[in-house]
């Protein structure tokens, strides 16, 4: 295994009860330090499954998982502290404010007192959020959810940035304002992993992608290779519709 | 690890005070429920005692039987006493009728001749006695002209009522049906015995052999006096506390939903600091309810002019009892939570069981009239061992010895609840 991969898996499997075929199919990568890696698929291919496990929210069926040196299995309570999140599905408190929202996050990963609260200005004012900050998150549009899920994730400085479609669902505008700052976070060592639809987004944000279907990868490289090596494809959705197909998943 | 709890406490407090409809679940509703319940009860109570329970009588008999019971249900508080149905003077079948359709309660039929036979009877028995017939042969000759007194009852009535209102009647009826068989009983002495004819006919009267005294066998040096106050204060308290389950297992599921849960466990932050988080504000909400339902019944109650709620003597024992109830409501909250799998399953799973629970606890029947088998079951309700601790405590005078079992029961609960969540919880996210 490398010495500048921060995760590296091998021969990872898993198969939900009652499925008839694994989700993940004894998969092997690494990611590299520092690196903006995309993990693209279609709908079922086993992307959410493969950064759960990651993410330690269900044991791996078989396979071999470390990530910063750490061994998944035995010392996920070490990585949790070195990980963050940034789910799909907005994961919010409603009724809270935003700055009550991230406090309570941001406590759970050791932080407080004052440097918890200079984070949080910093953050909110960053990402365009000061004025809403004592409202109700209840009360905020799309793309404000988004941003205050994303400082929920970063708050604590992770090592490693688990992003599963960061920018679902949002205008331009948030979409820009996300992607510039990741690219900051990233810059300033983060390593990211993402996973998204928008081909065109990966095409431009990722450093590194890796296509998976059916529970496999199916291709890894720059998203310049991946387009180059694939004759005909002029850009990375090319490629993808090439290898995944274009048969409608469930 | 402190400063996450106390977020994580910080957070509870916030979430339940912005939850207007859950916090008027935890504290108006019980509220409610005391008054009303206590209020229904305490009434049903006052209005028998003054208005009487509806009664026709029927007097056949005419003579010193049926006259001194007439007498005496006229001067009966127990009784509002009838003898026209209608404007009609009361006859069997007219009695019989009513007594069906409820417009009266009870009806008592005293026959023709009661009085006669009665004597005749008495009669009878002294001369037998003073010849000396066996008394196998005395008995059978008693039935053969026994004094039969029918009580007609409503059948809509309940029967637990209708026991304790017969059982008066009929007490009172044999009083006055010994006083003639005494009477009678000393005229025959006299005649048989010439030297007694001055024997006083009134010497049953002035002396009676027995007499009750009730005393509530209560240890507390205040007077203790089981009312409807001391029994429904405790009871619907306990129901409040664990009426808990539902706004509790309502917010994991709601974590669950709105995907917090889902990024907690990405989180370096143990289940069970998450969950106690919970169990510590819920708990504090519990005593509180506690103290409001103490307030309800030692002030509010009395306000309305029902009696106060007197807490016994062991302050201590009551802290403890309190706390234990709350630890398991709380508990068996965090559990349903973690087996249910929908906000609505939790809310229908924790209200149905709370009530079933309740139910066999003896909140809504006391256990002690429920039959054997319920009985046996009532006995593992969280709910009884809650209740039978606060009986003790508010109306046996007990102290904190007495309810020392019923806290630890109330407590393993709790662990065992908590147990069940952590393995539900494991088992869950191993899919």
Redesign the interface.
């Known amino acids: 295994m490398s010495n500048t991969a921060i995760i590296e898996i091998e021969n990872l499997t898993k198969t ?2 009652n499925a008839t075929e694994p989700a993940v199919d004894g998969i092997s990568f690494s990611i590299n330090r520092n690196e903006i890696f995309g993990l693209l698929g279609p709908n079922g291919a086993g992307k959410t499954t493969t950064i759960s496990i990651l ?5 791996p069926g078989s396979g071999k998982i470390v990530i910063d040196g750490k061994n998944l299995h035995t010392e996920l ?1 070490s990585i ?2 070195i ?1 963050g ?1 940034v ?1 799909q ?8 404010t935003a700055c ?1 929202n991230l ?3 941001g ?4 932080l ?1 007192g004052k440097g918890l609260k200079d984070k949080i200005e910093l953050w909110l004012n960053k990402l365009g959020l000061t004025d809403a900050a004592k409202r ?1 998150i209840s009360t905020y549009s799309g793309g404000m959810k988004r941003r205050v899920n994303l400082i ?2 970063v708050l604590h400085d992770p090592k490693i940035l688990f992003l599963d479609e960061p920018t679902v669902g949002v205008d331009v505008q948030s979409r820009n304002v996300i992607i510039e700052h990741l690219k900051e976070i990233n810059a300033r060592g983060t390593t990211i992993i993402y996973t998204s639809h928008h081909m065109e987004e990966a095409e431009n944000f990722c450093t590194m992608v890796s296509i998976i279907d059916h529970g496999k990868i199916l291709i890894r490289g720059t998203p310049a290779e991946l387009i180059s090596n694939n004759a005909g494809s002029t850009n990375l959705e090319h490629v993808f519709l090439n290898l995944t197909n274009r048969k409608l998943r469930d | 690890m402190m400063s996450k709890l106390l977020a994580t406490v910080k957070k509870e407090i916030l979430l339940l005070l912005r939850d207007r409809v859950g916090l008027s679940i935890l504290f108006i509703m019980p509220m409610a429920l005391i008054f009303v319940m206590t209020l229904i009860q305490d009434s049903a109570f006052k209005t028998m005692n003054e208005k009487g329970i509806p009664i026709v009588f029927i007097n056949n008999d005419n003579d010193s039987l049926g006259i001194l019971i007439e007498q005496g249900l006229r001067n009966n508080d127990l009784c509002s006493f009838n003898d026209s149905i209608d404007g009609k003077p009361a006859t069997a079948e007219l009695a019989q009728k009513a007594v069906g359709e409820g417009k009266f309660l009870v009806g008592i039929i005293i026959p023709k001749g009661a009085t006669k036979a009665l004597r005749k009877n008495v009669t009878q028995l002294v001369s037998e006695t003073l010849n000396g017939e066996d008394s196998a042969a005395i008995k059978l000759n008693q039935l053969q002209d026994s004094v039969e007194i029918t009580i007609l009852i409503d059948p809509v009535a309940k029967k637990s009522f209708l026991i304790s209102v017969t059982s008066n009647l009929r007490e009172f009826i044999s009083e006055v049906k010994t006083k003639i068989m005494f009477q009678t009983f000393a005229d025959q002495i006299a005649e048989v015995i010439p030297d007694k004819k001055n024997t006083p006919k009134n010497t049953y009267k002035k002396s009676q052999i027995i007499k009750y005294k009730e005393i509530y066998a209560s240890r507390s040096e205040d007077k203790i006096v089981p009312n409807a106050v001391q029994h429904n204060v405790p009871a619907w308290t306990i129901f409040a506390m664990f009426f808990i389950a539902i706004p509790l297992s309502g917010s994991i599921m709601k974590e669950k939903n709105e995907g917090s849960a889902f990024r907690l466990h990405t989180m370096p932050t143990p289940y069970l600091l998450l969950v106690n988080g919970k169990i510590i504000v819920y708990v504090m909400v519990c005593l509180i309810q506690f103290l409001l339902m103490l307030s309800v019944g030692q002030i509010f109650l009395p306000m309305l002019g029902l009696p106060a709620l007197v807490l016994g003597n062991s302050l201590l024992g009551i802290f403890i009892l309190t706390l234990a109830t709350a630890f398991a409501a709380t508990g068996y909250g965090v559990m349903v939570g973690t087996l249910a799998t929908t906000e609505h399953q939790a809310a229908i799973m924790g209200s149905l069981s709370i009530l079933l629970l309740s139910a066999l606890g003896g909140i809504w029947v006391p256990s002690y009239v429920m039959p054997e088998v319920m009985r046996d079951i009532s006995a593992w309700s969280p709910l009884n061992w809650s209740l039978e601790g606060f009986y003790k405590l508010f109306l046996r005078g007990g102290g904190v010895a007495d309810i020392f079992t019923d806290a630890l029961k109330l407590f393993a609960f709790f662990l065992a609840t908590m147990a069940i969540s952590t393995i539900v919880n494991r088992k869950k996210r191993t899919v």
Not at chain 1, 55 to 59: A, E, I, R, S, T
Not at chain 1, 107 to 110: A, D, K, L
């Open positions: 939900f009860k993410c330690g929210l269900f044991p309570s949790k502290k990980i999140i789910p599905d907005i994961a919010l408190y409603p009724t809270l009550e406090e309570f996050y406590s759970m990963y050791g407080q109700k929920a994730g």
